[in-house]
């Protein structure tokens, strides 16, 4: 039996732990057993009935999914959308459409993320009081692949739930028993009379009926709507250029802010040198220093404010890191490779006498910089306090209680004390990870206490989005790997260093901290017990530094499966193995594993011959409840130019309700992946952030994108994360993909240097061997 | 005061001649289709027809357009508002993800087949120099090709 160390629950644990024993003191089982997790209560309101928390029938037919998970690209609107009219028996026609609540329902909480059980296995007194707490916390967010995960169940019940409720008003109204009669197409239906009542008619009547408990659920057999690609809900209104962002807030009286960040993070204000010059620019109603950390122009545009921002002539204070640089960083995390305590994730077997004792041994280190989002929507937040106290907020964000908590703290620093917060989440221009902080939220809301009454949408220029990011940790990793005399590795011993996130997530978000040790991130994906490995061994050490790091689209696996699938590779050239040949027989017992390395084998021609030049890479993980693996084909010219031919990518992402969507999203994560792998970079000189817009934190163009092909292998398992899964293997396909082209092993990111050529294509151009 | 036609009409703006056309759109005009994403011309988000061209709106400056005709992304339907053939093929496409880029990129892509009826990867690639973050590139050659094709078959 393996041992394994790491604390494979997520950081709330603790958070749920205490909370748990708070309430229960104070209020006992008994206050936490009338909370509604289930939120299938259901009641009338005018002309609307609303039959639970997800669904809302109008009088006129028309039915609102309040589906309570942010829509930042990846198209959950339309996925929960699809399983609630599945069940309901309405079609995604006009008549359906999504809204994000405002209410903080418990039934939205998404205490998946924290207790990791899927609803519908949910059992026992942990889940029961967890779900109970974190739904009174108001523990909203969407993240971690996970919201197809979470909400599928709980959806499809409130769907059944509804439907059978418009059943039992037929039956009453007509009559007849429930037995007698069907539903299609937003109708009931009496077919031995052939009368029929719409939703639009039944839905009053139904909603004062008590919600059955554990409606029967559609059998998959007779599924129309899931597992077969509907357009996209949200899309209509997007390719209208329709205001549907946070950027596109418009309110009656509104002020406009821009802002300026200490170059160096930790940094505050000294002085402002130029006061009086800035406020005597066109338009500007206010200079604010923001929690003695940045400086606000408020004005009547926010052209306007940017301008006069631009003239801020300030002095911070020094700091103990105002000669950290990039290189330093790399030095700290090389020398953390080998600290004396590092914190244990598996220790399975004894790794290291099977290292020392094998005939062969593969050693590496390899390297990962920090990393930003790049969100293509730049931060910003719209927050108004009005007279009586009560807030309300605009934000894209991927965390209500985020922006919750964010406006009470704001508020707090101009001494505001908000009586409630109404939290309205836009769609998000992007998100990957960036939109689960408070930051640009609480310095909106400072604003907007100090205009009280009138709204204040706060925009950063692209410059501070870049230069005032919560950054991917710059990572190191020292691999070792001891062969049998079948070449497969009968050990593997793995030393990872990093700046730990949820330390930081923690101490800017959560009322305690976990700490850095043992974080998850850290370590993540370096474990693949699937691979048939007799022993192995993770260790991690956090390495601290200034630089603020957060969620990243796919985190510890961005780095991670880039080390471990390219030193997979390494083991397999040792072995004078085929790298495909030698990763089957790693995955020798899992077939569900290997049927998704086959599938994007068959896809590739794997074995068929590449011109000189030309490279193919292969590399799978298992992450968030999907399996992906992806081959990359590249062209590297005589100077050194590389060029991403073509990614194929196979997907065993379990049931999947919306076939297109997990394709868009695996196009995506590609994308997403080769910008990082080839030419994402941030660095330090001087404490600061050296990059600031796209000009040097280039992103791939459409010149540069390569053919992608995706393929969703057939699963009987529930629905698994698609979202993260489609970036991770792709650093490591391309670093094999480059080594089988130039028999050279890149073991640091990002692998090319890249310019932009004209703004039309961007160039990237291999590191120069060391 | 500059004099312009923005989507169709005519108007006189009382504005700062050093304005960037983007800002003088959705702050004056309540056009908020064109994005900010840059501010310095790289990545199209705030592209706008002057003329028919496809123009960064970012770096424009408002005195730098007059008596010129805008057309922004909520100019292309028509007055009905149907969708334009270009918009029409995005949504087949199911081109956008979280759409932040997409007014931009239909922008310049109305722009190409307007010059290029019938454009080949290569000038595809030539052409439309926009960022999107969430990489929907494929569906964007796609989206391209089946407009041109449509107006083949129109
Ligand atoms: S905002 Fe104009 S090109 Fe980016
Ligand atoms: S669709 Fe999100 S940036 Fe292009």
Redesign the pocket.
């Known amino acids: 039996m393996p041992r394994l160390l790491s604390r494979r629950t997520f950081l709330f644990t603790g958070a749920a732990v205490a909370g748990t024993a708070m309430v229960a003191a104070v209020g006992g089982v008994g206050l936490l057993s009338t909370v509604d997790v289930d939120g299938l209560e259901s009641f009338v309101d005018g002309e609307r009935a609303v039959l639970n928390a997800f669904l809302t029938i109008h009088s006129d037919g028309r039915v609102v999914v309040s589906v309570p998970r942010t829509e930042m690209g990846q198209g959950i609107h339309t996925g929960l959308a699809m399983v609630v009219a599945e069940e309901l028996d309405i079609p995604m026609d006009e008549r359906l459409s999504v809204v994000f609540p405002t209410e903080l329902h418990p039934a939205y909480s998404n205490w998946f993320n924290v207790l990791g059980v899927r609803p519908e296995e949910a059992s026992g007194p942990v889940v029961w009081v967890g779900r109970r707490v974190l739904g009174l916390a108001g523990f909203i967010s969407t993240g971690a692949s996970a919201s197809t995960m979470a909400m599928w169940h709980p959806m499809r019940v409130a769907g059944a739930s509804a439907r059978q409720m418009l059943i039992a008003a037929a039956s009453a109204r007509l009559g007849v028993p429930v037995s007698a009669l069907t539903t299609d197409d937003g109708f009931v239906t009496h077919a031995a009379s052939g009368r029929t009542l719409s939703y639009g008619q039944l839905a009053a009547d139904a909603a004062v009926l008590s919600p059955p408990e554990d409606p029967a659920l559609k059998p998959a057999a007779q599924w129309r709507i899931i597992g077969r690609s509907q357009p996209r809900v949200d899309l209509p209104a997007k390719v209208r250029g329709a205001p549907v962002f946070g950027m596109d807030v418009v309110l009656p009286d509104m002020l406009h802010a821009a802002i300026r960040h200490a170059p160096v993070f930790g940094a505050e204000l000294a002085a402002i040198n130029n006061e009086p010059d800035v406020r005597a620019q066109p338009g500007i109603l206010d200079v604010a220093i923001v929690n003695r950390r940045q400086v606000a122009v408020v004005a009547r545009s926010w052209w306007q404010a940017e301008q006069a921002a631009q003239l801020l002539d300030i002095s911070w204070t020094s700091t103990d890191f105002d000669t950290f640089a990039t290189a330093q960083m790399s030095r700290d995390l090389n020398a953390a490779l080998t600290s004396d305590d590092p914190h244990d994730a598996v220790d399975d077997g004894d790794a290291e006498a099977a290292i020392t004792t094998a005939a062969d041994r593969v050693e590496a280190t390899y390297e990962a910089p920090f990393v930003t989002h790049a969100c293509m929507e730049p931060m910003n937040a719209t927050v108004i306090i009005r007279e009586d106290g009560a807030a309300e907020a605009w934000v894209p964000s991927q965390a209500p209680i985020a922006v919750r908590q964010g406006v009470y703290n704001g508020a707090s620093w101009a001494d505001v004390h908000p009586a409630s917060v109404t939290c309205n989440i836009t769609m998000n221009g992007g998100a990957f990870g960036r939109r689960s902080d408070q930051d640009v939220v609480a310095q909106a809301a400072f604003l907007a206490a100090r205009h009280r009454g009138r709204p204040v949408k706060l925009i950063w220029s692209?410059e501070e989005d870049i230069r005032g990011g919560l950054y991917r940790s710059h990572a190191a990793a020292r691999l070792r790997a001891g062969l049998g005399p079948d070449g497969l590795p009968l050990a593997y011993d793995i030393r990872v260093t990093a700046q730990s996130a949820i330390e930081g997530i923690a101490g800017r978000n959560l009322p305690f901290n976990p700490g850095p040790d043992g974080d998850r991130f850290t370590v993540e994906g370096l474990d693949k017990p699937y691979y048939t490995v007799p022993s192995r061994r993770v260790r991690s050490q956090h390495v601290p530094s200034h630089v603020p790091i957060g969620l990243w689209r796919s985190n510890g696996y961005s780095f991670n499966t880039f080390f471990i699938e390219s030193f997979i590779d390494e083991c397999a050239l040792a072995a004078g193995a085929d790298p495909l040949a030698y990763r089957r027989a790693l995955l020798r017992d899992h077939p569900r594993h290997l049927a998704v390395l086959d599938r994007v084998a068959e896809m590739a021609d794997w074995g068929a011959p590449l011109t000189p030049g030309r490279g193919r890479g292969i590399a799978i993980e298992e992450c968030h409840r999907s399996i992906v693996a992806q081959i990359a084909e590249v062209t590297i010219a005589t100077d050194g130019e590389i060029t991403v031919d073509r990614v194929l990518c196979a997907i065993d992402v379990g049931l999947v309700i919306n076939p297109d969507a997990v394709v868009a999203q695996m196009e995506g994560g590609i994308s997403f992946g080769v910008t990082s792998a080839l030419m994402s970079a941030i660095t330090f000189e001087d404490g600061a952030v050296v990059q600031s817009n796209?000009h040097d934190y280039p992103i791939q163009r459409l010149a540069n994108a390569p053919e992608v092909e995706v393929s969703i292998i057939e699963s009987d398992l529930p629905p698994g994360g698609a979202g993260e899964p489609g970036i991770v293997p792709v650093a490591a396909a391309l670093g094999n993909a480059i080594h089988a082209a130039t028999g050279r092993r890149i073991r640091r990111l990002p692998f090319a240097t890249t310019q932009t050529i004209g703004l039309r294509r961007t160039r990237s151009v291999l590191v120069p061997e060391a | 005061m500059v004099s312009l036609t923005v989507n169709g009409t005519s108007l006189d703006i009382q504005a700062d001649a050093a304005k960037p056309l983007?800002w003088v759109l959705r702050e004056e005009l309540g056009l908020l289709g064109p994005?900010?994403?840059?501010?310095?011309?790289?990545?199209?988000?705030?592209?706008v027809l002057i003329d028919g061209q496809s123009t960064?709106?970012?770096?424009t400056p408002l005195g730098s357009v007059s008596g010129a005709s805008v057309v922004t992304i909520e100019g292309l339907s028509d007055t009905e508002g149907t969708l334009s053939d270009v918009q029409q093929a995005w949504l087949d496409e199911q081109v956008p993800q979280c759409g932040f880029c997409q007014p931009?990129f239909i922008i310049a892509a109305t722009a190409l087949l307007a010059e290029n009826p019938r454009p080949t990867d290569a000038e595809i690639d030539e052409a439309i120099t926009n960022i999107c973050r969430c990489g929907t590139y494929p569906r964007i050659r796609r989206a391209i090709h089946r407009a041109a094709a449509a107006r083949d078959q129109a």
């Open positions: 692209r796209f | 983007l994005k900010y994403g840059c501010g310095i011309a790289q990545c199209g988000a705030c592209r960064p709106s970012c770096i931009g």
